[in-house]
């Protein structure tokens, strides 16, 4: 286990620019998710047309490993179906677990650099929130 | 300054390649040699169950169980055993008071009163009482390092503060309050007070009759005793005039088919099969640290917490938190520019234990102006040279965060 394993460059480069780091004006659906037992916070936008998330962004407060995660979960999901988001996020949960995934299946390589958590397991409900925050907004989407 | 930690096995390993350094005591402590014995011996040798059995071992675990609760009686300075009801721990302890005492008394107009940095242990169980009854919660207000203002203290208090329930000592900026001082308050108004003594009881002196005070909660895991006990000490008139809130087993005197009765003070207070390991193992951890002194721990922890906080501070770089003097146990900190989830893992990986998180305070937290921290917390297992770790794992954690930012 090295700190190298967990602290990428690429990671960090998403902690230092988060991408989609703010709000959407309008026709947004809001997910408020939080760690309890660490404090840390995610509000999550999505704009859904027809099914296709047209845009994804983030307000939030964390370490680097979830805010890095939460920029690039709103990069990879960026013009995908419902369906087609909610299969990456099984595959993420897989790959946090220690699973052999199919990295080629996310739509942003820069996800790659998150595989190094699944050794920290302190760390991995930090790299889960967001994408537990999707998953929400995604059934709200689906509920609606 | 002299270290115990040759009575401690677990520390005697290495994490992640380094000798560890666990500085997470506030959280829960390490165990000593005697706690490990007491509890293998009562498994091995007479694990019975209490206050039933005719045959010789429930009369020789009846015995350890009972004399547990004489050592925490001695070791509080309360002046009977109906004094000492074992719970679960602190949190139940609070949560007893809450439920049998509060919530049958408290009634629109009462107040209680509390602080902003309370464990949400003792603050959670307030909030639900004052819904409950419609009594108001109030807050002390803290002075810009953490510290209560006694005048103020006095200000808050009125003729309508039925309950002050407060931390004896701070788990996030290790502010140890003056409680007598507060508690003379508290009874010159007719209220009565509650102390979370959580962090304070295994650090120092605690004399209830001394401090006059109402209530005091406190756990065994953290002063060197196992998991899954505490206590709650009550001055014997409350306590015998509240109800108990579990019933079954054990609690009960005579029962009929539509009406029972108590057992008397204090087994009234503990349904069902007590924690009977658990009480032989705190008493042990009772034994230990008395073969210590608390004066001596007090003072070692003292020492070593004002150590931490100087060498800290001479770190470039680092935010302390809570006052600069009269702390015990616990340094709170951030590092400039790095999530403590970050600062802990990096720790972590050179072999020292740390917390981080917002420490079961999250109004604290925001008072502090902090989504949350990382703490260092200090035992009489500890010594300088692991202050000098931590010192030495900070400094690598600002170059290693520095080197991947750049």
């Given amino acids: 286990m090295s700190l190298d394993d967990l602290y990428r460059r690429v990671i960090m480069d998403h902690y230092q620019r988060p991408r989609n780091r703010g709000r959407i004006e309008e026709g947004a659906v809001t997910v408020d998710l939080n760690n309890p037992t660490c404090g840390d916070r995610i509000s999550l936008q999505m704009r859904v047309e027809n099914g296709v998330i047209e845009e994804a962004k983030f307000l939030g407060e964390g370490c680097s490993i ?79 | 300054m002299k270290s115990y930690k040759k009575d401690f096995p677990i520390l005697h390993q290495e994490v992640n390649g380094h000798p560890l350094v666990y500085l997470d005591s506030a959280a829960t402590s390490q165990k000593p040699i005697p706690v490990i014995e007491a509890l293998e011996d009562y498994y091995k040798g007479y694990n019975s169950n209490v206050h039933r059995g005719v045959h010789t071992l429930g009369s020789k675990a009846t015995d350890a169980y009972e004399g547990a609760r004489e050592k925490v009686r001695r070791f509080i300075h309360a002046r009977s ?62 002075e810009a390092d953490g510290t209560l203002d006694l005048a103020k203290v006095k200000e808050t208090i009125t003729p309508n503060t039925k309950i002050v329930a407060i931390q004896h000592v701070s788990n996030v900026l290790g502010t140890v309050h003056p409680i007598k001082e507060i508690a003379q308050i508290v009874h010159q108004h007719g209220g009565v007070i509650l102390v979370d003594g959580a962090q304070s009881v295994p650090h120092m002196k605690v004399d209830v009759q001394d401090l006059d005070v109402d209530f005091l909660a406190f756990s065994s895991h953290k002063m060197l005793g196992p998991t899954g006990i505490g206590v709650l000490y009550g001055k014997e008139a409350l306590l015998d005039e509240m109800e108990p809130i579990e019933f079954g087993g054990e609690m009960i005197d005579h029962v009929d088919l539509y009406d029972s009765t108590w057992k008397e003070l204090p087994w009234k207070f503990e349904g069902g099969t007590p924690i009977i390991a658990g009480a032989i193992g705190l008493g042990a951890a009772i034994d230990y640290l008395e073969s210590i002194g608390m004066d001596q721990i007090e003072a070692h922890d003292r020492a070593l917490t004002k150590l931490a906080c100087e060498k800290l501070s001479q770190v470039e770089g680092i935010t302390i938190y809570g006052p600069k003097e009269n702390r015990m146990g616990v340094v709170t900190f951030n590092v400039d520019g790095v999530h403590p989830h970050d600062v802990a893992t990096v720790l972590d990986a050179e072999g020292i234990a740390v917390r981080a998180g917002h420490h079961c305070c999250q109004p604290l937290m925001r008072w502090l102006g902090a989504t949350a921290t990382a703490r260092a917390s200090f035992y009489i297992y500890n010594d300088e040279e692991d202050i000098d770790r931590l010192v030495k794992g900070l400094q690598k954690t600002k170059e290693y965060f520095g080197n991947v930012f750049r």
């Avoid at chain 1, 897989?94 to 052999?100: N, S, V, W």
């Avoid at chain 1, 820069?110 to 397991?121: H, M, N, R, W």
């Avoid at chain 2, 609070?94 to 603050?123: C, F, K, M, Q």
Wanted: proline share 4%; net charge neutral.
């Fill in chain 1, 66 to 144: 979830s805010l890095s995660s939460a920029s690039m979960m709103t990069e990879a999901v960026k013009g995908l179906t419902i369906e087609q988001a909610l299969e990456l996020v099984h595959l993420f949960s897989k790959m946090m677990q220690g699973e052999e995934v199919d990295i080629d299946k996310f739509p942003l390589e820069d996800i790659e650099a998150l595989t190094g958590v699944s050794k920290f397991p302190a760390r991995i409900k930090c790299a889960t929130l967001a994408w537990k925050a999707l998953e929400k907004g995604i059934r709200e989407c689906q509920c609606q």
């Fill in chain 2, 81 to 142: 055993t109906k004094e000492i009801v074992f719970t679960r721990g602190t949190t139940t302890a609070i949560n007893l008071v809450a439920s049998s005492y509060a919530r049958t008394r408290l009634a629109p107009g009462d107040e209680i009163v509390i602080t902003p940095s309370e464990h949400h242990s003792n603050l959670i169980p307030w909030q639900q009482v004052a819904k409950s009854t419609g009594a108001t919660l109030k807050y002390f207000p803290l």
